[in-house]
């Protein structure tokens, strides 16, 4: 058993004999090792170096030093003063060693500390014998204090569990006097120690027991047990509990007194047998009380089995529900739903015996009642039964009562009586319940109830109610799981349409940049008058195609909700001065007089999407120039005057005019007024689509009044809310913002622009062509085809550019080295992602084309990779240029994600492309 103190296993004491020699002639060591070294439990350790004697001690802890006094580098009386001065070594024996007996040099060294002094070298046995003696002494010493040590410490340990004990513990002699007390004992008796100490016992604790004068028969009756005592203070007397353990100290009887303060708890005991009074008299007046309360509670009884049985005919309905609910969870058909439903009906106690029944869905189309679910009925009846009118059904058209709530509705009386009745189906006790859900009836459920049970009361209506209610959800739920199927439908179609629409332009988009691109490339050259012919024509086609593919994409953003409206600040006169410059040249062509009126009352800045008004008009008077042969055509605006923040445009022409039972239908998509116009004028029947839906979304709405031959006027307004002069600085880094957003639109009607210059300067080669002009037509011709003259100018004296074209296609990389032929530049080729990122690791370059369906590695992985490689080699980012054939919002944002600086969509034209060059390249 363990006696709380802390044994630790001790280390074995070394008691070999350690001999240190320190002398700084070598032949001491020698002759020492000679007559003493081969002895069993002795070790010699030498030391030349009187300097080093400090450490070579502590490391080989010596039980003799043998130290001699005359060296070198330190005599061995200086040495002699060090190590006695040092705790660690002031206990050593030290031998000093001499070669000669010099009584005064003795006397010095024994003044020193040293333990003894021989004449080197004595003979053996004397010298073993000296050894021997010093060392043993010196192995008793140290073992001596390894013992004062271990018993300071279990004396400590002693002294701290007495003093952190919470009983007061006192240490008595034999005469009852106090030897020791711990400090619970001085706040026991509220003296301190020292005055403890100076006390007996007896004048702190009024003993039992027989009077006698020894003390040590006062206490017999406290020894090994627990006794109270009244114990002493200055300020009264209190209850204590006292044990004394005798034990025997130096030879003498001592008692060891352990006391404890329980006058609280003898407080507490007379508390609770007071208490325990109380509790008994409480239980036998309480006991009274409950054999009252019992004859009260056994008539309770009664009345709860009662209850218990009314509480389990309402489980079991609910049970019932929940089944219901389970049963209409399922993914089964409805059909199968509504009959297992009515099975489980039929087959529950909640209702008095039903024999069978029916349920009806209501069409809300037809307007009939269907047989869904049947049990008990012929195969006449339910022929006959299958679709029953729903005007000839109480049932189907519940009343309301005053409150407004909808009762529940069942008719005795019905079309399904009636027709029950006609195929021998007992209709006595039929029910017809209303499925409700809000206000809509969803259908009928037909109970045929046991006449002989008695009538329903009111649990029974209230679990009709209940299965009514549970029906009804069911059924809406079907029908909104049949909508939601449908919805998801439709949208997996119209993704598919977005995908195949995507696919389709960027297929297309890819040869018609060659086409666009070539021809472009074949008018800057020296043809004939034929050959010119047929490049216009393949250009003008190529541009009509290219429009139709823009109109088709514009009508699926719109139709799959993926156009988004951009507000911005603008002026809405400048956007329609610029939008008509576009048509100015086309409009002198035909003769057709082209004006702009804005009325002065049209805020200079309003908020909304100014490129989707400019497609909008733009639309318009393409429109109006098509169909307009002479005449005019005016586009106005104006604040409309009934609807506040709305602007209204109006754009009217002279030209053919549309039928009015044609003026609906041009709205829609791919209708034209009539078939001849299509073969004549041209066009898809996109535009005006595209223009109203536009116009909706930006909160107006559009409106036509025409006549044929006179001509028409198409007027729009939306909502353009003014924006006062004064913009904080938030609205201007908002409006910052939005500019640099559509900074890529903007260029895209920059590449329009240019392509009806060029067409306006084609048609006027043409007439110049009719009037037989050759020489001018060949000059205005090599003139226009100047490469300095129809491209942006680069800096003569800048260094040639270098380029990364990355394009699988062979004929797209062909077109561009042909558009850049003439720009001082080195160009370097990709075929795929992979390839263009090996590139840019080896060589450097100041601009890079990147096309984005490609094998391998498309364009946004392989621009992701140069982005993560020029940050880890802290370089400044290369602009790089998505050329892609792919046209939607969705891919030019994707571009930007990947890290793109700039968006550009196949076919592009040579004047954009060395646009975008040079402007990428300027600094």
Same mark, same amino acid.
């Given at each position: 058993?363990?006696?709380?103190?802390?044994?630790?296993?001790?280390?074995?004491?070394?008691?070999?004999?350690?001999?240190?020699?320190?002398?700084?002639?070598?032949?001491?060591?020698?002759?020492?090792?000679?007559?003493?070294?081969?002895?069993?439990?002795?070790?010699?350790?030498?030391?030349?170096?009187?300097?080093?004697?400090?450490?070579?001690?502590?490391?080989?802890?010596?039980?003799?030093?043998?130290?001699?006094?005359?060296?070198?580098?330190?005599?061995?009386?200086?040495?002699?003063?060090?190590?006695?001065?040092?705790?660690?070594? &002031?206990?050593?024996?030290?031998?000093?060693? &001499?070669?000669?007996?010099?009584?005064?040099?003795?006397?010095?060294?024994?003044?020193?500390?040293?333990?003894?002094?021989?004449?080197?070298?004595?003979?053996?046995?004397?010298?073993?014998?000296?050894?021997?003696?010093?060392?043993?002494?010196?192995?008793?010493?140290?073992?001596?204090?390894?013992?004062?040590?271990?018993?300071?410490?279990?004396?400590?340990?002693?002294?701290?569990?007495?003093?952190?004990?919470?009983?007061?513990?006192?240490?008595?002699?034999?005469?009852?006097?106090?030897?020791?007390?711990?400090?619970?004992?001085?706040?026991?008796?509220?003296?301190?120690?020292?005055?403890?100490?100076?006390?007996?016992?007896?004048?702190?604790? %009024?003993?039992?027991?027989?009077?006698?004068?020894?003390?040590?028969?006062?206490?017999?009756?406290?020894?090994?047990?627990?006794?109270?005592?009244?114990?002493?203070?200055?300020?009264?007397?209190?209850?204590?509990?006292?044990?004394?353990?005798?034990?025997?100290?130096?030879?003498?009887?001592?008692?060891?007194?352990?006391?404890?303060?329980?006058?609280?708890?003898?407080?507490?005991?007379?508390?609770?047998?007071?208490?325990?009074?109380?509790?008994?008299?409480?239980?036998?007046?309480? =006991?009274?009380?409950?054999?009252?309360?019992?004859?009260?509670?056994?008539?309770?009884?009664?009345?709860?089995?009662?209850?218990?049985?009314?509480?389990?005919?309402?489980?079991?309905?609910?049970?019932?529900?929940?089944?219901?609910?389970?049963?209409?969870?399922?993914?089964?058909?409805?059909?199968?739903?509504?009959?297992?439903?009515?099975?489980?009906?039929?087959?529950?106690?909640?209702?008095?015996?039903?024999?069978?029944?029916?349920?009806?869905?209501?069409?809300?189309?037809?307007?009939?009642?269907?047989?869904?679910?049947?049990?008990?009925?012929?195969?006449?009846?339910?022929?006959?039964?299958?679709?029953?009118?729903?005007?000839?059904?109480?049932?189907?058209?519940?009343?309301?009562?005053?409150?407004?709530?909808?009762?529940?509705?069942?008719?005795?009386?019905?079309?399904?009586?009636?027709?029950?009745?006609?195929?021998?189906?007992?209709?006595?006790?039929?029910?017809?319940?209303?499925?409700?859900?809000?206000?809509?009836?969803?259908?009928?459920?037909?109970?045929?109830?046991?006449?002989?049970?008695?009538?329903?009361?009111?649990?029974?209506?209230?679990?009709?109610?209940?299965?009514?209610?549970?029906?009804?959800?069911?059924?809406?739920?079907?029908?909104?799981?049949?909508?939601?199927?449908?919805?998801?439908?439709?949208?997996?179609?119209?993704?598919?349409?977005?995908?195949?629409?995507?696919?389709?332009?960027?297929?297309?988009?890819?040869?018609?940049?060659?086409?666009?691109?070539?021809?472009?490339?074949?008018?800057?050259?020296?043809?004939?008058?034929?050959?010119?012919?047929?490049?216009?024509?393949?250009?003008?086609?190529?541009?009509?195609?290219?429009?139709?593919?823009?109109?088709?994409?514009?009508?699926?953003?719109?139709?799959?909700?993926?156009?988004?409206?951009?507000?911005?600040?603008?002026?809405? #006169?400048?956007?329609? /001065?610029?939008?008509?410059?576009?048509?100015?040249?086309?409009?002198?062509? *035909?003769?057709?007089?082209?004006?702009?009126?804005?009325?002065?009352?049209?805020?200079? #800045?309003?908020?909304?999407?100014?490129?989707?008004?400019?497609?909008?008009?733009?639309?318009?008077?393409?429109?109006?120039?098509?169909?307009?042969?002479?005449?005019?055509?005016?586009?106005?605006?104006?604040?409309?005057?009934?609807?506040?923040?709305?602007?209204?445009?109006?754009?009217?022409?002279?030209?053919?005019?549309?039928?009015?039972?044609?003026?609906?239908?041009?709205?829609?998509?791919?209708?034209?007024?009539?078939?001849?116009?299509?073969?004549?004028?041209?066009?898809?029947?996109?535009?005006?689509?595209?223009?109203?839906?536009?116009?909706?979304?930006?909160?107006?709405?559009?409106?036509?009044?025409?006549?044929?031959?006179?001509?028409?006027?198409?007027?729009?307004?939306?909502?353009?809310?003014?924006? &006062?002069?004064?913009?904080?600085?938030?609205?201007?880094? /908002?409006?910052?913002?939005?500019?640099?957003?559509?900074?890529?639109?903007?260029?895209?009607?920059?590449?329009?622009?240019?392509?009806?210059?060029?067409?306006?300067?084609?048609?006027?080669?043409?007439?110049?062509?009719?009037?037989?002009?050759?020489?001018?037509?060949?000059?205005?011709?090599?003139?226009?085809? *100047?490469?300095?003259?129809? /491209?942006?100018?680069?800096?003569?004296?800048?260094?040639?550019?270098?380029?990364?074209?990355?394009?699988?296609?062979?004929?797209?990389?062909?077109?561009?080295?042909?558009?850049?032929?003439?720009?001082?530049?080195?160009?370097?080729?990709?075929?795929?992602?992979?390839?263009?990122?090996?590139?840019?690791?080896?060589?450097?370059?100041?601009?890079?084309?990147?096309?984005?369906?490609?094998?391998?590695?498309?364009?946004?992985?392989?621009?992701?990779?140069?982005?993560?490689?020029?940050?880890?080699? *802290?370089?400044?980012?290369?602009?790089?240029?998505?050329? %892609? /054939?792919?046209?939607?919002?969705?891919?030019?944002?994707?571009?930007?994600?990947?890290?793109?600086?700039?968006?550009?969509?196949?076919?592009?034209?040579?004047?954009?492309?060395?646009?975008?060059? *040079?402007?990428? =390249?300027?600094?």
């Amino acid at each position: 058993m363990s006696s709380g103190l802390n044994h630790e296993a001790e280390e074995p004491f070394d008691d070999s004999i350690r001999v240190l020699l320190v002398d700084d002639q070598e032949s001491t060591a020698v002759g020492l090792r000679r007559m003493i070294g081969g002895l069993v439990g002795l070790q010699i350790e030498y030391c030349a170096d009187p300097l080093q004697a400090v450490a070579r001690i502590q490391a080989f802890q010596p039980t003799v030093i043998l130290l001699d006094i005359q060296m070198a580098r330190q005599d061995g009386i200086t040495l002699l003063i060090k190590l006695r001065g040092q705790q660690r070594t &002031s206990h050593i024996p030290i031998i000093m060693l &001499s070669v000669e007996d010099n009584p005064d040099t003795k006397a010095q060294a024994f003044a020193m500390g040293a333990n003894d002094y021989l004449v080197k070298l004595p003979a053996s046995s004397e010298l073993l014998a000296r050894l021997q003696h010093h060392s043993n002494a010196y192995i008793n010493y140290c073992r001596h204090e390894r013992s004062q040590a271990k018993l300071s410490a279990q004396s400590a340990q002693i002294r701290a569990i007495v003093d952190s004990a919470l009983d007061a513990i006192v240490l008595l002699d034999e005469e009852g006097g106090i030897q020791r007390a711990n400090p619970a004992a001085a706040t026991l008796f509220e003296l301190s120690l020292s005055q403890l100490q100076e006390m007996s016992f007896a004048q702190l604790v %009024t003993l039992p027991g027989v009077e006698s004068d020894h003390f040590s028969d006062r206490i017999q009756s406290l020894i090994s047990r627990h006794n109270e005592c009244l114990g002493i203070r200055a300020n009264g007397s209190f209850t204590l509990e006292a044990s004394i353990s005798p034990m025997r100290l130096i030879g003498r009887n001592h008692y060891a007194a352990h006391l404890r303060d329980i006058t609280l708890r003898k407080s507490q005991e007379a508390q609770i047998l007071a208490f325990n009074r109380t509790l008994e008299d409480q239980v036998r007046t309480r =006991t009274q009380e409950l054999q009252t309360i019992n004859t009260r509670l056994e008539y309770e009884i009664e009345a709860r089995r009662a209850a218990q049985q009314q509480e389990h005919r309402a489980l079991e309905a609910q049970n019932l529900v929940n089944q219901l609910l389970h049963i209409g969870l399922t993914t089964d058909p409805l059909s199968e739903r509504l009959d297992a439903i009515l099975q489980a009906i039929i087959n529950s106690s909640c209702l008095p015996k039903p024999n069978g029944g029916a349920v009806f869905i209501l069409d809300s189309v037809a307007q009939d009642l269907k047989l869904m679910a049947h049990h008990g009925l012929s195969e006449s009846a339910i022929a006959q039964c299958a679709n029953v009118p729903s005007d000839q059904c109480a049932s189907a058209y519940p009343e309301r009562s005053a409150s407004g709530q909808v009762e529940l509705m069942t008719c005795e009386i019905s079309c399904l009586q009636y027709a029950f009745e006609q195929h021998n189906v007992p209709v006595e006790g039929m029910k017809c319940i209303a499925l409700l859900s809000g206000r809509r009836n969803l259908g009928v459920l037909v109970l045929f109830l046991d006449p002989r049970q008695k009538a329903l009361d009111e649990s029974h209506q209230l679990l009709l109610d209940s299965l009514s209610r549970t029906l009804a959800i069911l059924i809406d739920r079907d029908r909104v799981e049949v909508m939601e199927r449908d919805k998801l439908s439709a949208e997996a179609a119209n993704h598919a349409k977005s995908a195949f629409l995507a696919t389709m332009s960027h297929e297309i988009r890819t040869p018609i940049n060659t086409v666009l691109g070539l021809s472009e490339l074949l008018l800057e050259t020296r043809v004939d008058e034929e050959q010119y012919d047929y490049l216009q024509t393949l250009h003008r086609a190529g541009e009509t195609l290219l429009a139709v593919i823009n109109d088709i994409l514009d009508l699926s953003k719109i139709e799959a909700g993926q156009l988004h409206l951009e507000n911005t600040v603008f002026n809405p #006169r400048h956007v329609l /001065a610029r939008t008509l410059d576009l048509f100015l040249m086309k409009a002198r062509e *035909k003769g057709v007089a082209l004006t702009l009126n804005v009325d002065e009352r049209v805020p200079m #800045r309003v908020l909304g999407d100014s490129n989707r008004l400019r497609q909008v008009v733009m639309n318009l008077v393409s429109n109006a120039i098509k169909f307009t042969q002479e005449g005019n055509i005016s586009v106005e605006a104006r604040p409309h005057p009934d609807i506040a923040d709305h602007i209204l445009f109006s754009v009217q022409d002279t030209g053919i005019g549309i039928a009015s039972d044609k003026q609906q239908s041009i709205f829609e998509p791919f209708v034209q007024a009539e078939s001849a116009t299509t073969r004549r004028f041209g066009g898809t029947g996109l535009g005006l689509s595209i223009c109203r839906q536009l116009i909706e979304k930006m909160s107006g709405e559009i409106h036509l009044s025409s006549n044929p031959d006179e001509g028409s006027r198409f007027l729009f307004h939306l909502l353009l809310p003014a924006v &006062s002069e004064s913009v904080d600085e938030s609205e201007q880094n /908002a409006q910052a913002l939005a500019d640099a957003k559509t900074d890529q639109e903007r260029r895209q009607d920059s590449d329009r622009r240019s392509s009806d210059r060029r067409c306006g300067l084609d048609r006027r080669a043409e007439l110049e062509r009719r009037s037989g002009d050759r020489r001018s037509l060949d000059r205005r011709r090599l003139r226009r085809h *100047k490469p300095d003259e129809d /491209a942006p100018i680069l800096n003569a004296d800048s260094r040639e550019i270098r380029l990364l074209l990355v394009d699988d296609t062979e004929d797209n990389r062909t077109l561009i080295r042909a558009f850049l032929k003439n720009v001082p530049l080195q160009l370097s080729e990709a075929v795929n992602g992979q390839e263009a990122f090996e590139q840019f690791q080896q060589n450097e370059f100041d601009l890079v084309f990147m096309d984005v369906q490609m094998p391998i590695m498309d364009g946004h992985a392989a621009t992701r990779a140069i982005r993560a490689w020029e940050h880890e080699q *802290k370089r400044a980012p290369t602009p790089i240029v998505a050329f %892609t /054939a792919f046209a939607m919002q969705n891919d030019v944002n994707q571009a930007l994600d990947a890290g793109c600086n700039m968006h550009l969509t196949k076919p592009i034209s040579k004047n954009r492309l060395l646009e975008v060059v *040079k402007e990428l =390249t300027s600094n």
